[in-house]
């Protein structure tokens, strides 16, 4: 097969949440519809290219730019207005989109963080309100030249493998105005590869599955083709879009994603080592389970919807794609470095659009596009066609280091032995003191040595024995489990039933929350932390009785008092409890040293 026919074989199928307004697209229109931008070091705006007079043939001789300087398209010229825009959210056409309130799914403390996620919004650099929306009205315009829902792809032969690359682009993110994520930006740039091998005068087969997820990186982007969790039909592969975000999954369903802010990562730290003394020292609890609400606690929530229960493209489905050839001889894709939408100045960078299929913001080469293996942990695994000559040889080369070893133990065995005899003879005469001592040092070194040899020994006798098992089972078709390379296998949260006002109040409590301690902070009024104490522990009743934990609520509560009440009364008799545990210590010493004379 030629690249394009491999592409066509196992190009994934992408199936949408229903509700999605973009869809990918080919760039020719996208970059017309365009103008082009320069962002100067002193942060002047100098507009390139017009909209309407851009192609992909004069946006590749933007191919250099001075240093601090940064390219950008922009889309949307003008967002809708306040007027046009509620038009657009309310005419009869628009596909309507339910979820249940992400904020119910979380902790007080949690939505207290989505409260000043929101309010960082408005000091950042943001794609301006209205601009989705005014990016889905031009798109469909676009779509009356051109809909055909396309993908860029090129192949690369590295290593062993075929890597099979299928880069997807969006004319617009709107993850945040759309679904209540993340960040919003014009243009995304999504990937999906699959890994094939092929051994000599054999059809190419596949072997893997790697989709750029959020907040992954190397194995854990990749599943076996032969997963059982892995949705496919025949050799395509189904890849789950996020709403909005477009982040790819495996499986359908609702993904929370956890956002750090800078600012809490101290309180973080300090709640790990809690938990590592709780967990690890004391060994109480699930550590895992531990972990997970720690980084609840200290985050702010979002759901990434990828249910797929909207749109389909690819083989089989009622759209298909149209595949296009990318290479670094494409004048496009390797000459510009800029960005494909809006450069917001988002100090995060969220709200920035991304640059192009080859490279990253900032103008270096994505590694995606460099090193597809390294990328999703590939470069380490030797293809199933190879692997058994491989584990032959690698047994054959251990054999021979083992060998030498044993030869080497023998060896040293015997001046080992030498060097103790020389040690036994030196220290039976005082006036060989000097020579006894240096000897001695020179007993240890070698023993030590010595001992070091037979802990290699066995080493490679293990690993030795371990490629031999390996080997057996790869001779008889066993690759091992399809997840062992995984350590965190990221799966879909499980559905949900809230009530109404448990939604309604976890959308109003963050803030309320905030505003009350805010209150608190600014007036400071007398006995103002009883005051803080008695806010935290009205907001969490109540939070607990709308989500049916007030049982656990109340024990938690009272195991805070109590340890309370203990460091208060340490710090008030420190002395006295000193004092007394001496005491008791020299009670129990005493005790059982009579113990000892009563025999």
Not at 100 to 108: F, G, K, Q, W
Not at 318 to 323: E, F, S, V
Not at 352 to 359: H, L, Q, V
Not at 586 to 594: E, G, K, P
Request: charged content about 25%.
């Amino acid at each position: 097969m030629n690249d394009l026919e491999l592409l066509r074989e196992y190009e994934p199928i992408v199936r949408f949440t229903y509700g999605e307004l973009f869809f990918p697209r080919a760039v020719d229109e996208y970059v017309r519809a365009s103008s082009l931008w320069e962002l100067t070091a002193d942060k002047k705006l100098n507009e390139l290219v017009k909209e309407g007079e851009l192609t992909l043939e004069k946006l590749a001789t933007y191919d250099s730019l001075p240093a601090g300087h940064v390219l950008f398209l922009r889309f949307v010229s003008e967002p809708l207005s306040p007027l046009e825009y509620q038009r657009w959210i309310t005419r009869p056409d628009r596909p309507p989109f339910k979820a249940p309130a992400r904020l119910a799914r979380v902790p007080l403390i949690s939505r207290i963080g989505d409260a000043f996620f929101d309010l960082s919004l408005a000091v950042r650099g943001t794609l301006p309100g209205g601009t989705a929306a005014a990016g889905e009205v031009k798109m469909r315009e676009l779509d009356r030249r051109d809909n055909r829902p396309v993908y860029y792809g090129r192949v690369v032969r590295e290593g062993g493998w075929i890597v099979l690359h299928y880069l997807y682009f969006y004319p617009m993110n709107n993850w945040r105005s759309g679904f209540y994520g993340v960040n919003d930006h014009e243009a995304d740039w999504e990937q999906a590869l699959i890994f094939l091998y092929q051994a000599e005068g054999e059809a190419a087969r596949p072997m893997w599955v790697a989709y750029a997820s959020h907040d992954f990186r190397g194995d854990e982007l990749r599943r076996r083709f032969d997963d059982p969790l892995l949705f496919r039909e025949g050799n395509h592969p189904i890849l789950f879009a996020g709403a909005g975000s477009h982040g790819s999954y495996f499986e359908p369903g609702e993904y929370m994603m956890n956002i750090e802010p800078a600012f809490l990562t101290p309180v973080k730290n300090v709640l790990n080592a809690v938990r590592k003394f709780w967990s690890e020292t004391l060994r109480q609890g699930d550590p895992e389970a531990a972990a997970r609400r720690i980084e609840s606690l200290i985050s702010v929530p979002f759901v990434d919807y990828a249910r797929g229960d909207g749109a389909a493209i690819g083989p089989g489905q009622p759209l298909a794609w149209t595949p296009v050839l990318i290479s670094d001889s494409v004048p496009w894709v390797n000459n510009y470095r800029g960005l494909w939408g809006l450069d917001t100045q988002d100090r995060l960078g969220g709200e920035r659009a991304p640059s192009g299929p080859k490279y990253n913001r900032d103008g270096s080469i994505r590694m995606s596009w460099y090193d597809p293996l390294g990328w999703a942990g590939v470069d380490k695994l030797f293809p199933p066609h190879v692997l058994a000559d491989e584990l032959g040889e690698r047994i054959g080369e251990v054999s021979d280091e083992l060998r030498k070893v044993r030869q080497e133990i023998e060896t040293e065995r015997e001046t080992l032995r030498d060097v103790a005899l020389d040690v036994e003879a030196l220290k039976a005469t005082d006036y060989f003191s000097t020579l006894h001592q240096s000897r001695t040092r020179d007993l240890l070194d070698k023993q030590r040595a010595f001992q070091a040899l037979i802990a290699r020994e066995t080493e490679l006798s293990e690993t030795r024995l371990a490629l031999s098992d390996f080997l057996g089972r790869v001779e008889r078709g066993d690759l091992g489990p399809p997840h062992a390379h995984l350590r965190h296998p990221h799966h879909p949260a499980p559905p949900v039933q809230l009530r109404r006002s448990m939604e309604i109040w976890a959308a109003l409590s963050g803030a309320l929350a905030m505003m009350s301690f805010g209150y608190l902070l600014i007036t400071t009024p007398p006995h103002w932390i009883a005051w803080a104490i008695a806010a935290a522990l009205i907001f969490g009743t109540v939070d607990a009785l709308a989500r049916g934990h007030l049982a656990r609520f109340l024990l938690t509560v009272i195991i805070l008092l109590a340890i309370i009440c203990a460091v208060i009364l340490f710090i008030e008799f420190w002395q006295w409890i000193i004092i007394g545990g001496l005491a008791a210590v020299v009670l129990y010493m005493i005790r059982d040293n009579l113990r000892e004379l009563r025999g």
